[in-house]
């Protein structure tokens, strides 16, 4: 069971969109519309930003989106603002019922 | 709303045991999935598994099988994991968070993380 695959670090000036990808296989990512996504800020615990691809829970700002192609889920923020730099990761239900998450995406506002 | 308390920081040798604990002060305990996530120093988050306080039953994640033991006490809403003799490479913080009723529903609330350090 591999972890999902994700870009090490993007970056983006504020106002910008940005996109961030999950790349799994058909056993987790393209198999399931259990994709979630996890923001985390240094030294606090992770918070749900996005569940079932592209559901967002209670008082997560609409700039924040996810959608899913075959074997790749995507997070994308708009509006970039300050507050938005953080580590971000994706994860997975996967075929043997666990979940498996993506390596984090370290995201710099420029 | 749900909080999940988590024991304090450890500090412990290489071989000791230990049990960290995770408290949920919610009413849904026992219809909840509990995960424990761990996150070893500068790196990124890791699914361990998961148990159902309603009847202990656990999934963990084969990199964890017989690495660690989930066990939960429904009567005082606590959930633990365990380990039986420490590594240094055990090194880390660990989370316990929700599923929510199914097992594939998303971590919608964590625990503030137990610090765990095994150094001689």
Same mark, same amino acid.
């Given at each position: 069971? =591999?972890?999902?695959?994700q870009p &090490?670090?993007v ?7 940005i996109t961030i990808s999950?790349?799994?296989? !058909? =056993? *987790? ?22 569940? *079932? ?11 924040? !989106?996810? =959608?899913?192609?075959?074997?790749? &889920?995507s997070l ?7 507050? *938005?730099? &953080?580590?971000y ?16 995406t ?5 | 709303?749900?909080?999940?308390? +988590?024991? /304090? ?6 071989? %000791?045991?230990?049990?960290?604990? $995770? ?15 761990? +996150? ?8 361990? /598994?998961?148990? @159902? ?6 999934? @963990?994640?084969?990199?964890? +099988? /017989? ?12 959930? @633990?994991? +365990? ?6 490479? %055990?090194?880390?913080?660990?989370? $316990? ?10 971590? %919608?609330?964590? /625990? ?9």
């Open positions: 069971q =591999s972890a999902l695959t &090490a670090s970056s983006g000036s504020p106002g910008q969109s999950c790349t799994g296989t !058909s =056993s *987790d990512v393209g198999g399931y519309n259990y994709v979630s996504w996890y923001q985390q800020h240094p030294g606090k615990a992770p918070k749900l930003m996005i569940f *079932d691809v592209g559901k967002r829970p209670s008082g997560v700002s609409n700039r924040f !989106s996810g =959608s899913k192609s075959g074997n790749t &889920a994308t923020i708009s509006g970039l603002q300050a507050e *938005d730099e &953080a580590e990761y994706c994860t997975s239900y996967t075929s043997i019922a666990t979940w498996v998450f993506g390596g984090g370290k995201l710099t506002v420029l | 709303e749900v909080q999940l308390v +988590q024991s /304090g920081a450890e500090v412990k040798k290489p071989g %000791d045991s230990l049990k960290i604990s $995770c408290k949920d002060s919610g009413y849904r305990f026992t219809n909840s999935w509990i995960a424990w996530v761990r +996150q070893m120093p500068g790196k990124g988050l890791e699914w361990m /598994g998961i148990i @159902y306080p309603g009847d202990s039953e656990t999934r @963990y994640s084969p990199s964890f +099988q /017989g690495q660690v033991t989930f066990s939960a006490d429904k009567s005082i809403r606590t959930a @633990y994991l +365990q380990w039986s003799s420490l590594k240094a490479s %055990d090194t880390a913080m660990y989370y $316990c968070a929700r599923h929510g009723r199914s097992s594939w529903e998303p971590l %919608d609330y964590w /625990g503030q993380g137990t610090l765990v350090t095994v150094s001689s």
